[in-house]
């Protein structure tokens, strides 16, 4: 076999076996993602508090295309659908493990902001308004967690990285990073 061809043959299978290596890593770091997240979800309450009834605890949880929704609050009326109109507040955050103020990426929600220093944001704190469907600009994670919302719904979306942003880094998001949406749906529309 002539030595350039066996050269490049070489070569070939280096980059391969190095983009093998590369996705199962990727792989990996998501599967590692998704235990923090279930052990997250675990950790939260359970238990309504009769000391405060306005406290939050989990009602249910919702797992639908690599998304985790974590019902806080129980909404009323119909379920978001494919095609149907949602209108909620939200505070996105890189998901490391927990709910951490310094991972905070971005929120439409003037309370939250002013409760952590928040300055950079949407920041005529409008309500955000989402037709569901497949030109709705939400990452795929956030698409799926929303399907079957209801109006009133306190809940936590969750998801790793393969269902976010993927391998680029968006503003101060890391590429590949789980991340955490806070929402509070103040209505649904079908």
């Known amino acids: ?5 066996k050269k490049a043959l070489a070569i070939g299978i280096v ?8 996705k199962q890593s990727l792989k990996t770091e998501w599967a590692t993602q998704e235990d923090s997240i279930d052990s997250f979800i675990q ?7 009769p000391d405060n009834p306005d406290a939050l605890y989990v009602h ?8 985790n929704r974590v019902i806080l609050r129980e909404g009323t009326g119909d379920g978001l659908a494919n095609g149907g109109t949602v209108s909620f507040y939200y505070t996105g ?3 490391e493990g927990s709910i951490d103020a310094g991972n905070m990426f971005a929120t439409n929600d003037q309370q939250t902001a002013q409760e952590y220093g928040w300055e950079t944001t949407d920041a ?5 308004t989402v037709t569901l469907g497949p030109d709705d600009g939400l990452v795929p994670g956030l698409h799926k967690g929303l399907e079957g ?11 790793s990285g393969q269902y976010g942003f993927g391998k680029r880094q968006v503003g101060t998001i890391p590429g590949n990073s789980a991340l955490l949406y806070s929402i509070s749906i103040e209505s649904v529309t079908n």
């Open 1 to 5: 076999m002539h030595a350039t061809i």
């Open 15 to 22: 980059l391969a076996m190095a983009l093998s290596c590369s």
């Open 43 to 49: 950790s939260l309450s359970t238990e309504a508090d």
């Open 60 to 67: 249910d949880v919702i797992y639908n295309g690599g998304s």
């Open 93 to 95: 955050y890189v998901f």
């Open 124 to 128: 005529s704190y409008e309500i955000k």
């Open 149 to 159: 919302v209801k109006a009133g719904e306190i809940c936590y979306i969750l998801f």
